[in-house]
């Protein structure tokens, strides 16, 4: 039979710094969630870093403050891979706003996890071209990253 799924797409996910002590939690409530982590690893960004990630906040208020945060202590970046997945993991982490969050998303990552509209736990791309732009930053192609993917998360 022809099945007329929805597409798996992959996003980029990325836990702050200031709830990487709970990153257990979190990736219990993501996998809970019917996402698999496709990969993952922990990183220091710079100044630079987050500059360029951020570019399309160039000017804005609020980039100088996110940029401090985002570089307090190491993140854990993430590719995620769902029926959906971009708008399904924005959907998951809720609005900015982690008060706004706990009012209109209450089971929502930011909700359960972040502090305010600056603190706010997650980070997720908000389209299939952010994705790939975000993934290609944190996950570029190398030697090692050529190696085949897994295919699931083995389970015993
Ligand atoms: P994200 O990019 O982190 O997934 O979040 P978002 O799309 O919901 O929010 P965005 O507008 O892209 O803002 C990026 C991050 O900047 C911080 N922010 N602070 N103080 C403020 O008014 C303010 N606005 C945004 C947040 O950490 C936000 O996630
Ligand atoms: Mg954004």
Known sequence: TLHLGVLKQRTFAMLKPDVVEKMGHIMKVIIQNGFKITKLKMVQMKRDHALEFYAEHKGKPFLPFLVEYMTSGPVIAMELLADNGVAKWRELLGPTDSEQARKDAPGSIRALF??????NA?????????AERELNIFFPMSPIAQYESPRSTATF
């Open 114 to 119: 972040g502090k305010d509209k600056s603190l």
């Open 122 to 130: 997650a980070h997720g791309s908000d389209s299939c071209a952010s």
